[in-house]
């Protein structure tokens, strides 16, 4: 029964820490897919291909990849690119670094007591990573490459959801100066970090609350467009829709991606805050209430855009019914804050396990929890990263250039390094 409410307990934390990043993604993704070449084409097939291309976005990236698959590739309870590596230095042997000569047995929870059975390919694998050295300073550059992405990732995602989230009140406030809405998103920047060193138990407690109520908002307002305005979007649920999409929209489609992959932004942090939650906790919270409410969104999103083609390239917030919109936006500029959240704790987790390979200089990691050793605060890197989302938002001021930055790339080392861990472990 404790393990039960335990499990809950931890589920209901990861609301507040793991899934804001992308579950405040409806906000920009639209906005940002057809902000580009794809302006000439917005008509109900080209809409309704964007849907179907996030739909399966989501579901084959965060709920087949991550929560089936890539949760249970964890190094002793950690997550991360450097977990991977981990697992691949100690375990095949192939790593550079000091780690790989580390006991077998200390390493990882995905050890067994019963001998391992090589398959050809391993046994291939193993052989070309023996024969060619320079291969084993190219994997630890890949590692290094979606580590730094990942950070990367912790200074742009707080801009973008911050920026985006007080943007919102323009369409309210139309003259409002853009200088004010850098200000108030500075602000909020500053105040997020300063939280930081409660820990995850007590921000998990404080953050959760806001990203439910966000993702009931917006579930509900999803499920209202969908009825009042085109019932039949649910007709893009089905991959046929993305063969029309490329069809029609051609070249414009493929440049329109990066757009697209936004939609999962912060999905990298359900295996990076594996250390500060556990598995089942990341897997109950995602497959029960994060996976429906955001299909819900993006579904109800969709069917208004079809409607109101005027507003596609203006805000998420023209979608919320007038009757609504000022509460919505309230927790919408709560949720913004919360969703920086995810690649934060990710980024403090990420640092201690290059730390702990020597990658990384020495600094001081202060466990914010008696019960979960993954619960982590790194003073030094809370504070420079907040210093580099303020300049981001102060040098760029505006939403789409900074979604300019994200790519697919960041999704390519872990993918990498878990078809390697799978093949050589």
């Not at 949760?71 to 095949?92: K, P, Q, V």
């Not at 006991?103 to 019963?114: E, M, N, T, V, Y």
């Not at 990263?385 to 300049?391: D, K, S």
Request: with cysteine; hydrophobic share 50%; net charge neutral.
């Amino acid at each position: 029964m404790k393990w039960y409410k335990t499990t809950l307990c931890l589920a209901y934390q990861s609301f507040g820490v793991v899934y804001g990043d992308l579950s405040i993604s409806p906000i920009y993704v639209y906005k940002s897919t057809f902000s580009g070449k794809l302006r000439s084409h917005e008509e109900d097939d080209e809409i309704l291909g964007v849907f179907s291309l996030v739909f399966w976005t989501l579901t084959v990236i965060p709920l087949f990849k991550y929560i089936i698959f890539v949760l249970g590739a964890d190094d002793n309870g950690e997550g991360g690119t450097f977990a991977l590596y981990s697992i691949l230095c100690r375990r095949a042997k192939v790593g550079l670094l000091s780690a790989s000569h580390a006991p077998d047995g200390d390493i990882s929870a995905c050890s067994s007591q019963l001998p391992l059975k090589e398959t050809r390919g391993s046994v291939l694998l193993k052989e070309f990573f023996d024969k060619h050295h320079n291969s084993r300073i190219l994997l630890l550059l890949v590692v290094l490459l979606g580590t730094s992405m990942v950070i990367g990732d912790g200074i742009l995602t707080p801009a973008m959801s911050v920026l985006s989230a007080i943007n919102g009140i323009k369409v309210k406030a139309t003259g409002l100066d853009e200088n004010y809405t850098v200000l108030i998103a500075s602000l909020m920047l500053v105040g997020l970090f300063a939280l930081q060193h409660f820990g995850t138990h007590r921000v998990g407690f404080l953050f959760a609350p806001v990203l439910l109520a966000w993702l009931l908002c917006i579930s509900i307002v999803g499920f209202y467009n969908t009825v009042r305005w085109n019932p039949g979007v649910v007709r893009a649920l089905s991959p046929y829709y993305v063969y029309i999409f490329f069809k029609k929209a051609g070249k414009d489609g493929w440049s329109s991606l990066g757009g697209v992959v936004l939609c999962v932004t912060g999905a990298e942090a359900m295996f990076a805050d594996l250390g500060h939650f556990s598995h089942l906790p990341i897997r109950i919270a995602f497959a029960t209430v994060v996976y429906p409410c955001l299909i819900l969104a993006y579904m109800g999103e969709a069917a208004f855009y079809t409607k109101h083609k005027e507003d596609l390239e203006r805000s998420f917030f023209k979608a919320i019914p007038e009757a609504v919109f000022w509460p919505v936006f309230i927790i919408a500029t709560l949720a913004t804050a919360v969703a920086s959240q995810a690649i934060i704790s990710a980024t403090f987790s990420i640092i201690s396990q290059c730390r702990a390979l020597s990658c990384f200089p020495r600094v001081k990691i202060m466990h914010t929890s008696n019960q979960i050793h993954g619960q982590i605060y790194i003073p030094e890197m809370n504070w420079i990263l907040m210093i580099f989302c303020l300049g981001v938002v102060v040098g760029f001021r505006d939403t789409d250039m900074i979604a300019n930055a994200y790519g697919t790339s960041f999704e390519l080392p872990p993918s990498f390094l878990l078809f390697l861990s799978l093949k050589l472990t």
